[in-house]
């Protein structure tokens, strides 16, 4: 089946260091995108990719950062992770994003804990 | 801006009962209106959607229509079961928005035996 692919689904980093989620997709969808979610909160979208083009949005931090190097992967690189950044990161793919009606497909997560 | 409003949980039922969870939506223009689920320790997965005034979503016995005139997707269900329990986001996406989809708060359903 396709689908889109989140490793790894938990992760533990320390307190200021660098740490990377990667994310796959099978989909062959143009469109990439992480979200971070709190608590059962909405999710909230940090940046997107359409095809090779980042878009970032307004309050996403600086210390969150993102590559894709080709179609099919993406990553999520934190630069120095603080307590308030532990949370679940939810990478998500849509097939053009410029119709409006194409749904998001998500991973499963990943987990990240700040100690 | 665009904004999805839905109702506070936690929403607890007994098995069979009927479900409705309120979603209301602020957006200019014409949005598509979808439901997303997310089960425990899960991404989301979209459960319906639809894409103009009067459609109505189905999908595992859960149904949702576009009401323009009350800017409204009510998600139904008419007999609900324990595995239903999850928490179920209202979302859109608009072209005024650039069609980055806006999540509600979500809403979380516990389903008793």
């Known amino acids: 089946d396709a689908m889109v692919i989140q490793n790894p689904r938990y992760q533990v980093t320390q307190f200021g260091k660098p740490v990377t989620l990667s994310c796959s997709q099978t989909?062959?969808?143009?469109?990439m995108y992480w979200y971070q979610q709190k608590s059962s909160q909405a999710p909230k979208l940090l940046f997107h990719?359409?095809?090779?083009?980042?878009?970032n949005e307004a309050d996403t931090p600086d210390n969150f950062q993102s590559r894709r190097p080709n179609t099919s992967f993406c990553f999520l690189d934190i630069r120095s992770p603080g307590l308030g950044d532990a949370a679940m990161y939810l990478c998500?793919?849509?097939?053009?994003?410029?119709?409006?009606?194409?749904?998001?497909?998500f991973g499963n997560g990943t987990r990240l804990t700040v100690t | 801006g665009n904004s999805v409003t839905q109702m506070e949980g936690p929403v607890t039922l007994s098995e069979e009962a009927f479900l409705t969870i309120n979603c209301t939506y602020t957006?200019?223009?014409?949005?598509?209106l979808f439901w997303y689920v997310q089960y425990p320790g899960e991404g989301l997965q979209l459960l319906l959607k639809?894409?103009?005034?009067?459609d109505k979503g189905s999908n595992k016995g859960f149904e949702a229509t576009y009401r323009k005139e009350t800017t409204s997707f009510h998600l139904e269900k008419g007999s609900v079961q324990v595995s239903d329990s999850a928490v179920y986001f209202c979302?859109?996406?608009?072209?005024?928005?650039?069609?980055?989809?806006?999540f509600g708060a979500g809403t979380r359903l516990f389903v008793k035996a």
């Open positions: 998500a793919t849509s097939r053009d994003g410029g119709q409006g009606d194409s749904p998001l497909h």
């Open positions: 957006a200019t223009g014409y949005p598509s």
């Open positions: 639809a894409t103009k005034a009067d």
């Open positions: 990719y359409y095809d090779k083009d980042f878009n």
């Open positions: 979302a859109l996406s608009a072209l005024a928005g650039g069609f980055k989809t806006i």
């Open positions: 989909l062959n969808h143009n469109v």
